[in-house]
Nanobody, 123 residues
Framework: QVQVVESGGGSVQPGGSLTLSCVAS????????MGWYRRAPGNQREMVAT???????TYLNSVNGRFTISRDNAKNTAYLQMNSLKPEDTAVYYC?????????????????WGQGTQVTVSS
């Protein structure tokens, strides 16, 4: 079993900053991509940022230049540094980890999601 736990959400004024953290634990051989996604009320979930095991990063256009994703492979942890926050960044942020586990049938990969952490940007 694998657990993915996010932390670091909260309320902040426009222009402020927050850092989200995500830790994966349990039966983990390795992790491929780790990523942050968000869902605002009435909207579908969207990809915010992802980082591969080799450090290749992708960003949603609207956060590029304001958000920075990083990871510590040794700690199975990913971070999302969010600067210059805007009200439209308000959402529940979810962490995703593409976990590889060793089974009797070999290595198997599947995505695991955290429970989400609320980010609210408001004056």
């Amino acid at each position: 079993q694998v657990q993915v736990v996010e932390s670091g959400g909260g309320s902040v004024q426009p222009g402020g900053s927050l850092t989200l953290s995500c830790v994966a634990s349990g039966n983990i051989h390795s992790i491929n991509d780790m990523g942050w996604y968000r869902r605002a009320p009435g909207n579908q979930r969207e990809m915010v940022a992802t980082v591969s095991s080799r450090g290749v990063k992708t960003y949603l256009n609207s956060v590029n230049g304001r958000f920075t994703i990083s990871r510590d492979n040794a700690k199975n942890t990913a971070y999302l540094q969010m600067n210059s926050l805007k009200p439209e960044d308000t959402a529940v942020y979810y962490c995703n980890a593409e976990v590889v586990q060793l089974t009797s049938e070999g290595a198997r990969g599947r995505p695991y999601w955290g429970q989400g952490t609320q980010v609210t940007v408001s004056s």
